[in-house]
């Protein structure tokens, strides 16, 4: 009766894990892929309609990772570079972000409520980011301000992978 039992709570757990949406847990390892395209490795390339990032690791290889991507009215499409590495990074809420809702804090700063998550990564001179998420919910969804979201497990893999400089492609 009790390997009975045991085999049950076994099924019960496993089906839940299934049930789990894919967005809501974080990445254990990351996925290694086929990946074709003519990039460099090192090169990141983001792929806004499968709302996936690519780090581009050898000749047709990449590590692929789950992502939020910008509202449709938020969202571009070309290349940049990090410009900057940032670990636990403070928000400060774009113009724009403060003109659509006045009652945003000045700051936010390292922490869970930080919209940033626990690592960031701008590209270059604008205002966009790769960085990390308090709402791992999102991951797989069109929500942000024209930034890249992932799961903080998923950004602190990448910010160690990356060096200020690498190339970043943004496709639709």
Same mark, same amino acid.
């Given at each position: 009766?009790?390997?009975?039992?045991?085999?049950?709570?076994?099924?019960?757990?496993?089906?839940?894990?299934?049930?789990?949406?894919?967005?809501?847990?974080? &990445?254990?390892?990351?996925?290694?892929?086929?990946?074709?395209?003519?990039?460099?490795?090192?090169?990141?390339?983001?792929?806004?309609?499968? %709302?996936?990032?690519?780090l581009v690791t050898?000749?047709? %290889?990449?590590l692929k990772y789950d992502i939020a991507v910008g509202k449709p009215s938020e969202q571009w499409f070309g290349t940049s570079w990090v410009s900057k590495k940032r670990l636990n990074p403070i928000w400060v809420?774009?113009?724009?972000?403060?003109?659509?809702?006045?009652t945003l804090p000045a700051s936010v700063g390292p922490g869970p409520s930080n919209p940033l998550g626990r690592r960031a990564m701008n590209l270059g001179w604008g205002t966009y980011r790769?960085?990390?998420?308090?709402?791992?919910? &999102?991951?797989?969804?069109a929500a942000s301000a024209g930034c890249f979201r992932m799961r903080n497990a998923d950004v602190e893999d990448l910010f160690e992978r990356v060096h200020v400089g690498a190339q970043v492609v943004v496709l639709q």
């Open positions: 009766m009790v390997r009975f039992r045991a085999l049950v709570v076994s099924a019960v757990i496993a089906c839940a894990t299934m049930l789990t949406p894919a967005y809501a847990a974080p &990445s254990r390892d990351r996925e290694e892929t086929l990946f074709l395209g003519d990039y460099e490795p090192g090169t990141i390339v983001v792929m806004t309609g499968a %709302r996936q990032l690519f050898g000749h047709e %290889r990449a809420p774009t113009p724009s972000m403060r003109e659509a809702k006045p790769i960085h990390g998420t308090n709402s791992p919910n &999102s991951i797989g969804s």
